[in-house]
């Protein structure tokens, strides 16, 4: 018999064949994650290994040699024998295998296998005669090794490791060990007869495991899950009788929840009149036999599974663990690895036997510490692909789904309670969302979902499940609530000991996602808990082994390097060293540096809130780094915008500042366009070529005819319209905000004017170092052209779409060709080559400091 927390369930006799099972049907295949995982990983293997053998060409060569050398020395009789076990078995072998999956009907399973093997097939013949034939040299020369080896893959294997990586041999030694020993011999029989080289043979085998994996993943594995009747069945190893059973949540409905859960009805015991059971023992006494007392007067006994249809809907609830799903958000759980500090974090991966081991006991532990929880009943196998945990089923709701009237300040101080005896034990749950807190229809709180638990934990763990259920209350309740009621249980203390982890990277994906609309949740959290204690320390603890943006600064910065290198090295130094005209540079310089003054005018007259000068300088600087790694339009509004929000300004409003100062710029842009394009044509006739030619206009004209037509169109319109008032929302408001201030406007309209006279000296400069010389409205005309170009073109920077737009404007406006092209790259370089190192200095302590 089986004892369960003091209650004897004896063991009922009876199949549980036929018991019915409400659920809707299971789809005959499924994408198992592990697939996507496996394929991806083989993928960059495959990448890794191109990568060694074309810089690492003598080492693989070497390696090769060495091997061959010492086949050599190898008995030819046993070469010979495994060249012939090899030729039969590594196509005998799995065929085999096949053969005894179509005996146990698991058809569908070879088919997809076999699918695999003929995309192999067709891939690695592809390969070795096409690819070799039409591109020959570099990586293919390294991986057929010298021309000694004849194939770059090898074509007999690939496809068979293609069909067991798809036919699934997981559990079967035998079949693992006969397939892989074939292969193996295949491969040295490659080796030994030059046929192909160790590089071959290491991108034969991950894109064999490639195309298997990609193809299991893309046409489905057949549905490994076992069917509700199967798990319901599964309980009579446990002792008990089911009579009937639903499937329940979200995925009964078509949601994707990561374990299977079903409400089971147990059948009557089959006793007899006298009220005893088939083994002489008196039922009632069994199953009542319980806990008499109370922990803390709060935990009055219940009685446990077997009298279902008199003590509620379901007397059971089964939690599915099913073996594919144990991958699932393996990805996420990596990141946070990575990011987050080792004792923040639980294990990543765990195995079916440890997912169903740790549950159980964060079960018992939860029970042994006195807080309130379903009760474990049992836990068993289901198959090799499943396994169950029983739990006694509590009737209620999860607190997310209780009306806001009902959350009482009693039921919080419950919910409270529950918590303080998990950290007493010492136990970290690590998920303490709304829907891990039960309110049962006793109006008591339970605590549930402890599939992450911890036992043990350290000290860390249990303050950030403090951080965590008291941000989670908050959302529900409100910060006053729910830090009052915590420190009616918990104490000022510990809560003032969770200030410094009340962070967003501390909580849950899904706490989270719920804090983006409430940002100032967090921190109303920490005002309520230092009106408690003032004295308590607000700095937040490093969690973070690295932050998002240090990511985005590595790949910033080496996107930059690989631009700016070879555009740099392109220069001719000693060309511009000898012909310049230094103080001509030097003047191009100032004025470069100028426009970082002006552009952070032009932002600070905009803004209605104060702003320092000198750092909002410096954030010019950082965009001129950002600038490199996206488009010219996109970079700068990117970094002022969090500018300002740093700076205290609302996410709204600062939007609509950055919005207003773009908006002016455009429409001063257009403006001088348009006045310097008439002021050149009349006064300079060597610009008359710059005028739209009758191809410019009958474009011009298409283009408009076009988009006129398409916005009659209704649903086009929405999108155009909806797309024009994110992009300015707000702005007329910031803008009449402006206007009041005549200091304000000064400083944006002088600031916008500002950067454009800063870059016209500076191209006018650049032309004069080499000797050239241009009417100054013929420069202005030229930088404004390019300017628009730059800023429309995807580029990062506009690189490609400056230059050539510059260099041809100043061609046709009358300076030579070697002229003309030694002042834009001197321009260039002053406005958007030589800022990037200072702009990432300034980028890495903006962020430092927290300004963006």
Known sequence: MTRTHGAVVRPRQGAAAGVPVDEPAQPDRIRRPA???????????????????????????????????????????????????????????????????????????????????????????????????????????????????????????????????????????????????????????????????????????????????GTLYAVGTPNPRPSGAAVVAALERLGLRPGRAVRLGDAAEGGTEETRRYGVVLAPSPAGPDGVDDDGGDIDADIDRDFDGDFDGDRGGRPLPGRGARHGEWDLELRVLDRDQQTAGILYRV????????????????????????????????????????????????????????????????????????????LLTDVWRQFRRLQAGRLAHRRLEDGAVLVGDDGRAYVTDLRFGEIAAGDLALRLDLAQLLTTLALRT???????????????????????????????????????????????????IVRLKPETEAAPVRLERFQPRTIFSIVALSIAAYIVIPQVGSLDFAHLMSTATWWWVAVALGAAALTYLAAALMLMGFVPERLPLWRTA??????????????????????????????????????????????????????????FGFLTGSANNATKDLAPSRTIVIVVLALGLVAGIALTIPKVRRVVTARLKSMFSGVVPRLVDVLQSPKKLATGMGGTLLLTVAFVVCLDASIRAFGGSLHWTSVVVVFLTANALGSAAPTPGGLGAVEGALTLALTISGLTAETATSAVLLYRLLTLWLPVLPGWAAFAYLQRKGAI
């Not at 910060?479 to 009340?502: C, D, K, M, N, Q």
């Open 35 to 213: 697939d996507a995982i496996r394929f991806a990983a083989s993928c960059a293997l495959l990448a890794a290994v191109m990568l060694l053998v074309s810089i690492a060409q003598q080492t693989t060569h070497g390696l090769q040699t060495d091997i061959a050398e010492g086949t050599a020395h190898a008995p030819r009789l046993l070469l010979s024998l495994a060249t012939l076990a090899s030729s039969f078995g590594v196509l005998a072998v799995p065929v085999a295998f096949a053969v005894e999956r179509l005996f146990h009907k698991d058809g569908t399973r070879v088919a997809i296998a076999l699918l695999a093997a003929a995309i192999a097939l067709l891939v690695t013949i592809g390969l070795d005669d096409m690819v070799v034939s039409s591109a020959p040299g570099g990586v293919l020369d390294s991986l057929i090794w010298g021309g000694t080896a004849t194939a770059p893959v090898h074509t007999d294997i690939a496809p068979v490791i293609a069909f067991v990586s798809a036919v699934g041999m997981a559990g079967r030694i035998r079949w693992q060990a006969a397939t892989w020993t074939m292969i193996g011999l295949a491969a040295l029989t490659g080796l030994t007869a030059s046929y192909a080289s160790v590089a071959a043979l290491a991108a034969t085998y991950l894109l064999g495991r490639a195309i298997g994996h």
């Open 335 to 410: 990141w946070r690895l990575l990011r987050l500090r080792g004792a923040t974090t639980g294990r990543t991966l765990r195995s079916l036997r440890r997912s169903l081991e740790q549950e159980s006991l964060m079960a018992y532990a939860v029970d042994a510490a006195g807080a309130r929880t379903p009760r474990l009943v049992g836990t068993s196998e289901v198959g090799t692909e499943a396994a169950l945990l029983a739990y006694e089923h509590v009737p209620g709701r999860r607190l997310g789904d209780v009306p806001a009237d009902e959350v009482t300040d009693a």
């Open 478 to 528: 409100g910060p006053e609530r729910a830090v009052r009621t915590a420190a009616s249980v918990l104490g000022e203390e510990a809560l003032a000991a969770t200030v410094p982890l009340l962070q967003r990277v501390a909580l849950s994906r899904a706490t989270r996602a719920a804090l983006r609309h409430r940002r100032d949740l967090l921190t109303r959290i920490r005002e309520q």
């Open 618 to 675: 410096l954030v010019q600087v950082a965009a001129s780094f950002v600038k490199l790694v996206a488009p010219a339009a996109v970079g700068g509004v990117a970094i002022n915008t969090r500018y300002l929000q740093r700076s205290g300004v609302r996410p709204g409003p600062a939007v609509a500042s950055v919005g207003a100062s773009q908006l002016m710029g455009m429409a001063t842009h257009i403006l001088l366009l348009i006045l």
